[in-house]
């Protein structure tokens, strides 16, 4: 492979449809101000460069990064692009990944708005982001600790899983199908609305208004903290293992739960059952909302 080393460019398309290359300590600024510096190009490896022009990396296959910084002046870093990695990077231009396939991220720093939209199989760990709208309309995404935050996370995703995650953000999953949390902290307000498929093990649940209008939601030894009026007009079946401030119209299955403030039926078409009380005892009190 050609290696290019210690350079600065700046022109328009400075390495386009480039192929079998290695760039180190190179830098992608200055007054020309040139974008698509790596358009079209394949099989690409990019090694403590710094990127501070818009587009670099559209239309690739093949391609490597670590240990680099995209600026806040990179915007629309990596899109049309597949079989990607990047590693130790900061990622800091808005709409940084779109439109790509079989990405693997690692140990990176994302600041990024609309980051991660309709990819096609990407794995993120040990990442930090902060970003709005954040992976829309992607799917088959792994994420292994991953810490976000930010708003309007996770909408229209497909085939997702997540584990050890800790995720601060509002209006996460909405209309997601099939993901499964594990072990995670997820927090903020209407988790999960309109999701289908949506299963959380061994997680702790913070905010208002959380998983309502689902379908085939499941939770499994799940704590739920400061949450109220859950569950509305969602089919449920819910191991929960702490006190849930108020539980309002379920529309189907099953809700066990240590404890609840309150229990709000006042919608003829909410069948689902609540059964208050510790597991081990036999006290325990079951509603049925028919």
């Known amino acids: ?42 099989d690409i490896e990019a090694a403590h460069c710094f990127f501070n022009l818009r587009y670099p990396f559209w239309h690739d296959d093949g391609l490597t990064i670590t240990d680099s910084e995209m600026t806040e002046a990179c915007r629309a870093a990596l899109w049309y692009s597949n079989h990607v990695e990047i ?43 902060v970003s ?54 997820v927090k903020g307000e209407y988790l999960g609305w309109y999701s289908d498929g949506l299963t959380l093990i061994g997680c702790k649940i913070i905010g208002t208004q959380p998983l309502c209008y689902c379908k085939n939601l499941k939770l499994i030894d799940c704590e739920m903290l400061d949450t109220d009026l859950a569950f509305e007009k969602s089919e449920v079946e819910a191991v929960i293992t702490t006190k849930v401030d108020s539980i309002k119209n379920p529309l189907s299955g099953r809700i066990q739960v240590p404890e609840v403030g309150e229990l709000i039926i006042d919608d003829a078409n909410a069948k689902g059952g609540v059964l208050i009380g510790e597991r081990k005892k036999d006290s325990r009190k079951m509603f049925n909302c028919a």
């Open 132 to 185: 709005e709208y954040f992976m829309m309309r992607s799917e088959n995404l792994v994420f292994k600790g991953v810490n976000f935050k930010g708003k309007y996370s996770f909408q229209y995703i497909k085939n997702a899983v997540f584990e050890n995650c800790e995720l601060d953000t509002k209006d996460a999953f909405w209309h997601g199908e099939n993901i499964t949390v594990r072990d995670s902290v």
């Open 87 to 129: 590693a130790d990077t900061k990622l800091h231009g808005i709409k940084a990944l779109r439109e790509c396939g079989d990405v693997v991220i690692r140990d990176c720093d994302i600041i990024s708005p609309e980051f991660g939209w309709s990819v096609r199989g990407i794995r993120m760990e040990d990442t930090r982001a």
């Open 1 to 42: 492979m050609k290696v290019i080393e210690n350079q600065t460019f700046d022109m328009e398309r400075a390495l386009y449809g480039s192929k079998g290359i290695i760039v180190r300590n190179c830098s992608f600024d200055g007054p020309a101000d040139g974008e698509s510096a790596f358009k079209e190009g394949k």
